[in-house]
């Protein structure tokens, strides 16, 4: 009975490969993003949609393109990756309203 | 602009020492603060917010709008404290997201 479940949960895929990770979240929330936390653990939106609405894209290149199919799931396809991708992913919802945002356990992504 | 900064990357205490992990932001509207902090191998999970004015597990923050700090203090530290804590602003007219400090490393040594 996770709340916010990602996967994978590790992802080592070669430059130039397309890859998705998906996120689910059971909570009811109405808003869900996307966060990345770089090899010094800093932790940055990417993206925000509200009942499957993008509300905040931060400057992220157009390789990255999430796609919420309903309000419980939003998945990031990223094109052509590169080394620069690496990172972890974090996904994360809240209710619009309340303060607390609740995350997975994060998807590490390798690129080699 | 909105920023958070964490000027500590890592704070080393030993056990039943007072804890103060800093906190600064920057913004012109009225914030709302967070903590939240990672366990090894957990998730990232919210510890306190400002508007909440609580303690949890020992901790507590206060908001000092006019030094626009909002430090995390505990006066005993424990080991299993031991944990990254980022300090966190949500803008609201920016929707709900939040904007991170750099995080600090706490380790309470034995």
């Known amino acids: 009975d996770t709340a916010v479940s990602q996967t994978p949960k590790y992802l080592v895929t070669q430059m130039g490969n397309d890859k998705s990770i998906k996120c689910e979240q059971n909570l009811g929330h109405d808003t869900m993003y996307w966060y990345k936390q770089d090899s010094k653990k800093f932790l940055k939106i990417m993206f925000s949609y509200n009942n499957k609405e993008l509300i905040i894209n931060e400057t992220v290149p157009n390789r990255f393109s999430p796609k919420s199919p309903d309000k419980a799931h939003l998945n990031l396809h990223i094109n052509s990756l590169e080394l620069g991708d690496s990172a972890v992913y974090f996904c994360?919802?809240?209710?619009?309203?309340?303060?607390?945002?609740?995350f997975g356990q994060g998807t590490r992504l390798t690129v080699v | 602009a909105q920023r958070v900064t964490q000027p500590e990357k890592l704070l080393s205490v030993f056990k039943g020492a007072p804890v103060e992990l800093k906190c600064n932001y920057s913004?012109?509207?009225?914030?709302?603060l967070f903590w939240y902090v990672q366990y090894s191998r957990q998730r990232l999970q919210l510890l306190l917010r400002?508007?909440s004015r609580e303690s949890i597990k020992g901790f507590t923050a206060d908001l000092n709008k006019g030094e626009t700090s909002f430090h995390l203090k505990k006066p005993f530290a424990q080991e299993e404290d031991s944990a990254m804590y980022y300090c966190a602003l949500t803008p609201k007219e920016y929707g709900n997201k939040l904007v991170f400090g750099a995080g600090t490393i706490l380790r309470v040594k034995s």
């Open positions: 400002h508007i």
């Open positions: 994360a919802s809240s209710q619009h309203g309340q303060d607390e945002a609740f």
């Open positions: 913004y012109s509207g009225s914030p709302e």
